[in-house]
Structures are given as structure tokens and as C-alpha cells.
């Protein structure tokens, strides 16, 4: 099955909890990259993971998709295993939730393999104990805002059936999340300024880029577009900032990073002129992966 990547059109963060995790108001949107997760069933109890990306770390435990067959397995009594097969095309550590697009494409094909009969609710439970971004793929949803961690999610069916196009830039290099939330606890700390605007500024909120995508506006998108995270990502690997430049001088418009980076992705309007603009950043050399994408 399909395995999709998300992009955050909007990420604000809201405060440090107790729990070391971050209170946050997303918004996320389903995209056309996708990896592929095959399931075949085993007569004896082993979970085995095979993968065709030298990226993933060697160890099947460090692997969400493996955790998740696991985590049902341990939690239901399973007498049965799997082999997992995936084929990796979405960039790791990008912020486009491929390792929890994965767990997720996991937990709701093992839901039916095993006939555990579990809710899309119950999955989404399990899911949220693997990361924050595993609920959003098992809603099985184009968009959704994500409050709490980011695992609280409320589809947007409003938005069914509404198409946008991207061209989609992924530095190669890897971001470590923890670190660049890290970042922002320190940046708010040192100045409370930055705390007070992050959480005042009158256009920064969701329910204004809901309009924008509503009424379709690419003003009121290129406002209300947001990520709370971009300012410290851009600091600390300035790839990032190159990346959002080069779209933004090609004159692509609104341009956004996606979760804690470092991918970066650009708006536009259709097909064709994503074409166009993927040509051209293909041509700049820069040693970095370029897609075009849609909302899936
Ligand atoms: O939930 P997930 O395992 O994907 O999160 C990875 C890391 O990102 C967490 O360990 C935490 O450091 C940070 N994080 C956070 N607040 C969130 C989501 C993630 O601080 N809402």
C-alpha cells in the first residue's frame, strides 16, 4: 500500500509541557510522495523489516513501521508475525513524516491482516505513542488541524476535493527534531519578545489560512502560511534558508519549511508552472532533491 508524506502549511507552537513535548496548532496536508509498505504474513510470531534505503538506521527497533507491528503484536497477543517490506522514496528526517507515514500504513494494514477489528480512533491511540504525527495518516485524510503534540486531529472536510500543486526542495542533510524544538525553547526564553509576538501577531492563525484556502486567495495564503520552527532551522543549518531563497527568487510564492525541516515547498497554481520551476532548480546544481507535488 501507499505510504503518503505530509506537508505543515501552518505550525505554530505554542508552549513547553511538563512532558517535554511541545503544545502546538498544525495544519496538515497530505501530498502525492509516497512510500510503499508491503505486509506479508508469517505463520511463526517474527516481525522482520526490509527496506531498500541505506538511509534507515541498521536496527529494526529504531524503526517506527517495525515498533508499530510490534506495539500491536505485544498489545493484542498476536500468535502470527509479518515481513515488511518498504520501498523509501520520501526523504528521512526531512519533516515530511515518512517513518510515521509508515508506522501508520503499518498499523491500519495489520488491523485488517490480523482481524483485530480496531477503530480508526483505537488505531490513532496506539499511533500517537509512536510520534505525534502518526494519527494525521490514519484519518485517512487530504487535511487536518493537529492540536496537542500534534496527534489531536480534526479532518478538514471542507477542504475535500481541493487540489494544490507544490514544488518541493529537500536539502540533503538531516534535521534532528528534538534539537530544533530545543532551539525555539531557548529563542523564547531569550526573548520574550519573540514569545509575545509568536502568539499576538493578529494574522498568524489557522482559521485565516482556512479562508485563504477556502476562497482560494494566494494573498491572504501568503500571509497566513506559518511555521514557528523556520526561524531556528534556518539558523542552525543554513541550507534551509538557502533552499527557501532559491524559491523564493524564482518568484515562487508562498514558500514554507515543513515541520522542523529541512524541506522547504512553494504554492503554486498549476502543473504546468510547477514544471517550469522544477527545470529550473534542477538546473542550479545545488545538490538537492526537487519534486512536484499535490495535495493527495
Ligand atoms: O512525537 P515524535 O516522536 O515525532 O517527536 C519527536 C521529538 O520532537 C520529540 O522527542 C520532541 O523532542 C519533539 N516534539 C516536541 N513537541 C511536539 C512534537 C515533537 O517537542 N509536539
Not at 522542523?260 to 497554481?269: K, N, Q, T, Y
Request: charged residues 25%; positive net charge; contains cysteine.
Amino acid at each position: 500500500m501507499r505510504s503518503y508524506a505530509k506537508l505543515n502549511l501552518f505550525l505554530k507552537v505554542l508552549r513547553l509541557r511538563a512532558d517535554g513535548y511541545h503544545e502546538l496548532d498544525t495544519l496538515f496536508e497530505r501530498i502525492s510522495l509516497f512510500d510503499t509498505v508491503r505486509l506479508i504474513p508469517r505463520r511463526d510470531t517474527a516481525i522482520l523489516l526490509e527496506c531498500d534505503s541505506s538511509e534507515l538506521p541498521r536496527d529494526p527497533s529504531l524503526n517506527l513501521a517495525y515498533l508499530a507491528a510490534r506495539l500491536l503484536q505485544d498489545t493484542f497477543k498476536v500468535k502470527a508475525g509479518v515481513r515488511i517490506e518498504i520501498s523509501k522514496r520520501i526523504p528521512v528526517g526531512a519533516g515530511l513524516a515518512g517513518g510515521s507515514s509508515n508506522a501508520a500504513s503499518v498499523l491500519v494494514g495489520l488491523n485488517r491482516l490480523w482481524r483485530l477489528g480496531l477503530s480508526r480512533d483505537a488505531l490513532s491511540r496506539l499511533g500517537a505513542r509512536l510520534g505525534s504525527d502518526v494519527p494525521f495518516f490514519i484519518h485517512d485524510t487530504s487535511f487536518a488541524c493537529g492540536r496537542g503534540r500534534g496527534e489531536r486531529i480534526r479532518r478538514l472536510n471542507s477542504l475535500s476535493g481541493r487540489r494544490l500543486w507544490h514544488v518541493l526542495v529537500v536539502p540533503k542533510i538531516r534535521v534532528l527534531t528534538p534539537d530544533i524544538y530545543k532551539g525555539w525553547d531557548k529563542l523564547v526564553k531569550k526573548d520574550a519578545r519573540y514569545r509575545i509576538a509568536a502568539l499576538t501577531r493578529p494574522h498568524c492563525d489557522v482559521k485565516i489560512l482556512l479562508l485563504a484556502l477556502r476562497k482560494n486567495d494566494p494573498g491572504l495564503l501568503q500571509q497566513a502560511l506559518f511555521n514557528s520552527l523556520q526561524e531556528v532551522s534556518g539558523s542552525f543549518y543554513p541550507q534551509v534558508l538557502k533552499a527557501q531563497q532559491a524559491l523564493t527568487r524564482l518568484g515562487i510564492g508562498p514558500v514554507l519549511m515543513s515541520g522542523s525541516g529541512p524541506a522547504v515547498f512553494g504554492i503554486v497554481p498549476t502543473r504546468k508552472e510547477a514544471a517550469a520551476f522544477y527545470a529550473k532548480l534542477k538546473d542550479q546544481k545545488n545538490n538537492w532533491r526537487v519534486y512536484i507535488v499535490h495535495t493527495r
